[in-house]
């Protein structure tokens, strides 16, 4: 049986994966797509539900594999869906720069498309049976999605 502490580590290993630059959906990145989404909202967060979907969001099927990832990671730990109460990802995309401790880059060396990129802040979270909140972050850089400018990958989308 798995121990509650550990589900930081799952947690982070989604975290991992789910920013990764491999993650895409029909051979684009994810995160891109995911702010282009954002960019015609009025908020600028984007946020999903790791155990019950919602009929109306957008991407549900795609969300629907990050569901499934989630799951089969916690029982490959050993987890039942019993030891948790709520677990999601938020990705907050923000206006201006970001003054954090999640993220620490120096821009003067990269080009000025770089620059230009918007900040966000992905977090993973998982709330326990017992109420503790397992939270992980990280944070980077992205462009609106552009099939103009992007290429697209030959990969399945599958995480």
């Given at each position: 049986?798995?121990?509650?502490?550990?589900?930081?580590?799952?947690?982070?290993?989604?975290?991992?994966?789910?920013?990764?630059?491999?993650?895409?959906?029909?051979?684009?990145?994810?995160?891109?797509?995911?702010?282009?989404?954002v960019l015609h909202s009025q908020d600028n967060i984007f946020e999903f539900d790791l155990i019950e979907a919602r009929k109306d969001q957008a991407f549900n099927r795609n969300l629907d594999c990050y569901r499934n990832a989630f799951e089969k990671r916690l029982i490959r730990l050993g987890f039942t869906k019993s030891f948790i109460v709520k677990a999601g990802v938020k990705i907050t995309f923000e206006k201006a720069p970001i003054n954090s401790t999640y993220i620490n880059v120096d821009l003067r060396p990269f080009s000025r498309s770089l620059k230009e990129a918007t900040p966000y802040i992905c977090e993973?979270?998982?709330?326990?049976?017992?109420?503790?909140?397992?939270?992980?972050r990280a944070a980077g850089y992205c462009w609106p999605h552009d099939p103009q400018r992007e290429a697209r990958s030959a990969r399945i989308s599958d995480l």
């Open positions: 049986m798995a121990k509650r502490s550990e589900l930081k580590s799952v947690a982070n290993g989604f975290l991992g994966n789910f920013c990764s630059r491999n993650n895409d959906i029909d051979g684009y990145w994810a995160l891109g797509l995911f702010y282009q989404y993973v979270y998982i709330v326990s049976d017992l109420q503790k909140k397992y939270v992980v």
